[in-house]
């Protein structure tokens, strides 16, 4: 093997520490653009933290893809390490980053699965290379996916359509593939969420969820997709904040070493790294502290701790347990060994630095890399891999295209959108084809949410279209009752002209058994404006191309 990073052994133990520890900012370029003030850094945080501390990566949420590209850019420069850089972006680099490609979720797939198979497959490893190759193009070397858990519980409000499906064997054979295809670039891939986090209707993010099942079951279902990670030799795997009275009655999964070092190490012989789940989550600080809970998930055998509270304040807490004994010294150095063996990995491919023969230092000291690489966005290719997820993925039912008996009745048409949170929509404006495309046949758009008043004029005839889907920090898996009662309202009036839902397959399977068999309904699982042409094109009898004008605004030529 080639000499690695700069010696660590030469670091101190606070340096070495550090390197443990990735911290959040914002995407976004300036403090004032910063949406999540509690978790982001600001520039001179995050500058201190970088060139004092020395932390060893760097999460980030929100902005342009050009702006992270800058910004990834000059994090590397501040760094005496080279950091990791990390997203989740289990939905293509556009999920989080604007201007760059944003994908179905990984559900649809599982939807083209049970037609072919072997498409499914196809198209799960041209997602991963695809989204490895975007997330490279901006400075990311770490993709926070995929999610392999086994969404067996409709009600999950937070793993819900990101994961492939709700069957173990096509869960592991898709997530395999994106492994496959996403670790083929100069990135690292992650499974995730450790021991598995789909059998529960509780969201972690707010509390902590408990899986009941026995250590059968768990092999069975939860275990085997991440047994296929591990065979793929995928670079990290993610620990679930709950907890499985069956392997650990104690402590939840990422604080637990019966489940991170006796089970994911030991017994199932997992040699990359273990990465935490975000530490600001409620499940873990609720009741284990800002401070412990990092000591705790490092003592249980994780690597990376995610988004601490208090970096700083973690860091001496981590460096305390070690220097009293609590902790030995060589149970930190294999972390870091495993760390410096991830940063190698992804500085040996093509057009990125590489560290080897020995040499300690930036290989952009002497070359600077290109701030945005165009040549890897949105290409003709990923927008066409877009369309075929979405199209190969969608279902209708009822007579399509939607036939008017006359030029009137379309002009006369109510375009009723309803979204969770407008607030939270960045899917939908006027120019979006939810709203675009409808106008320009003459409908009149109205949109609500769940903290507006519903108004519906009777008798006026309705494209209903419903935006649901799972929703973390909510708590709830969206079946809003914004929705049904718009739902009940139409049908009893007999104004539903068509149904459009966007998002949930399990909301979409509730709403079409209440329509008449005629009714025209069309679902995607995707809820960007291009699933919106692709969509709207079926209940219209539009044709809409990968490349088209009119996947981005909505309107035809």
């Not at 080639?2 to 670091?11: A, K, N, S, V």
């Not at 901006?138 to 086994?150: F, H, R």
């Not at 209903?464 to 049908?491: K, M, V, Y």
């Amino acid at each position: 093997m080639q000499p690695l990073l700069p010696d660590w052994q030469q670091l101190s133990l606070e340096q070495q520490v550090a390197q443990l520890f990735v911290v959040r900012t914002s995407g976004y370029l300036f403090d004032h653009q910063i949406r999540y003030p509690q978790w982001e850094a600001r520039r001179s945080t995050l500058k201190r933290w970088v060139e004092e501390l020395g932390v060893g990566g760097v999460i980030f949420l929100g902005g342009s893809a050009a702006e992270l590209a800058t910004k990834t850019a000059q994090l590397q420069e501040w760094a005496d390490i080279p950091l990791l850089m990390a997203a989740d972006i289990e939905e293509g680099v556009g999920q989080r980053f604007e201007g760059a490609t944003w994908m179905p979720p990984p559900m649809a797939l599982g939807a083209i699965a049970a037609m072919d198979w072997e498409r499914a497959k196809a198209l799960a490893f041209k997602l991963g290379e695809t989204t490895a190759r975007e997330a490279h193009a901006v400075g990311l070397n770490w993709l926070l996916a995929p999610v392999v858990d086994v969404n067996n519980n409709p009600d999950n409000p937070v793993i819900n359509v990101r994961a492939f499906s709700e069957l173990p064997d096509r869960v592991s054979a898709l997530s395999s593939a994106f492994i496959q295809g996403a670790q083929s670039q100069p990135v690292l891939a992650t499974a995730k969420h450790f021991p598995g986090h789909g059998d529960t209707a509780t969201d972690s993010h707010l509390e902590l969820p408990v899986i009941p099942h026995d250590r059968e079951r768990l092999n069975a279902v939860e275990l085997a997709p991440f047994q296929q990670a591990i065979a793929d030799k995928v670079a990290s795997i993610m620990t679930a904040h709950l907890l499985l009275p069956a392997l650990d009655g104690d402590k939840p999964a990422t604080l637990s070493k019966p489940i991170l070092t006796d089970l994911l190490r030991e017994e199932m012989g997992y040699e990359g790294l273990i990465v935490t789940d975000a530490l600001v989550m409620q499940a873990i600080t609720k009741q284990y502290g800002e401070y412990e809970a990092p000591v705790l998930a490092f003592e249980a055998g994780a690597d990376v701790l995610l988004m601490p509270v208090d970096p700083e304040g973690a860091i001496s807490a981590l460096c305390e347990a070690i220097r009293t004994g609590r902790i030995a010294q060589e149970r930190l150095e294999q972390s870091v060994e495993r760390i410096w063996r991830a940063k190698q990995r992804v500085s040996q491919g093509p057009g990125t630095p590489c560290f080897g023969d020995g040499v300690a230092g930036h290989g952009w000291e002497t070359e600077l890399p290109p701030v945005l690489d165009l040549a890897g966005l949105a290409q003709p290719e990923t927008r066409q891999l877009l369309h075929d997820i979405l199209q190969e993925s969608q279902a209708v039912q009822g007579q399509l295209p939607l036939q008017f008996a006359t030029p009137a009745i379309a002009a006369s048409s109510l375009n009723m959108v309803v979204v969770d949170s407008l607030l939270d929509a960045p899917f939908l404006g006027r120019h979006t084809p939810a709203i675009a495309l409808p106008n320009s046949l003459g409908y009149e758009s109205h949109w609500v949410d769940n903290q507006s008043n519903l108004k519906l004029r009777t008798g006026q005839p309705t494209l209903l279209q419903l935006f649901i889907r799972g929703n973390p920090f909510r708590g709830s898996a969206g079946l809003t009752q914004t929705a049904q009662l718009c739902l009940d309202q139409l049908l009893s009036n007999h104004c539903l002209q068509a149904l459009v839902l966007y998002g949930s397959p399990y909301a979409w399977h509730t709403f079409i058994s209440q329509l008449p068999a005629e009714l025209p309904a069309v679902f995607s699982y995707g809820q960007m404006p291009d699933a919106q042409a692709i969509a709207l094109g079926s209940l219209f009898g539009q044709q809409v191309g990968a490349n088209d004008r009119s996947a981005n605004t909505g309107f035809t030529d």
